[in-house]
């Protein structure tokens, strides 16, 4: 017993006395929280798949009783980002209209309508992205290929793509690009997942 509290982190150790602490309550609501998330978790990492997961929650509503439903994908719709890549964009959707088709709803075509115009803004946003992209690449490349090469004549071994990103996504240009139209694409992300929310 000594060894196995040995091994116990500080961190692990806090949280197994501040359950202890915890009503019965907050004690069930901490294990569906835990539950949520380790379903959630090996979905994400690719160790189940849909059915894997629409099987999983179907568990957790019998454990927990059927709040559990809206509650992942709540959890869910907290990770769709405008940076999300594509393939892990479609698992989150297809999780919530998984998870949505256990509840037996009428709300089913409305979030999948409402996930599409996601899709599409995120597609937007990406192909804004790299235009402007190419813009700053076309205005600032050439002094920066030049001083490169002087560089390169001096002896030091110069990434010349790499660093031509990098001063690129450093550019005060392409920060004020960002936020411009970065916070008006997440502003509406925001009000397509406000949305989706109140139908969950």
Do not use: C
Request: hydrophobic content about 35%; overall charge negative.
């Amino acid at each position: 017993m000594a060894n196995d509290e040995m091994e116990l982190s500080p961190i692990a150790r806090a949280r197994l006395e501040r359950v202890g602490k915890l009503t019965d309550e907050q004690q069930k609501a901490l294990q569906r929280g835990q539950d949520v998330e380790a379903m959630l978790s090996a979905y994400y990492t690719g160790n189940t798949n849909g059915e894997g997961l629409w099987q999983a929650a179907k568990g957790l509503t019998e454990k927990h009783g059927p709040d559990i439903i809206p509650e992942a994908q709540h959890s869910i719709l907290g990770t769709l980002k405008l940076h999300t890549g594509d393939e892990d964009f479609e698992r989150r959707k297809a999780a919530l209209l998984a998870l949505e088709s256990l509840k037996g709803s009428d709300r089913y075509s409305a979030i999948e309508m409402l996930l599409g115009s996601v899709a599409a803004l995120r597609q937007r946003f990406g192909e804004v992205m790299a235009q402007a992209f190419d813009q700053v690449r076309a205005q600032m490349e050439p002094q920066l290929r030049a001083q490169a090469e002087q560089a390169r004549m001096q002896g030091m071994l110069v990434d010349t793509t790499s660093t031509i990103e990098a001063s690129i996504k450093g550019s005060p240009e392409w920060r004020n690009f960002m936020s411009q139209h970065e916070g008006s694409h997440e502003q509406t992300l925001h009000d397509y997942v406000e949305r989706i929310s109140d139908l969950l």
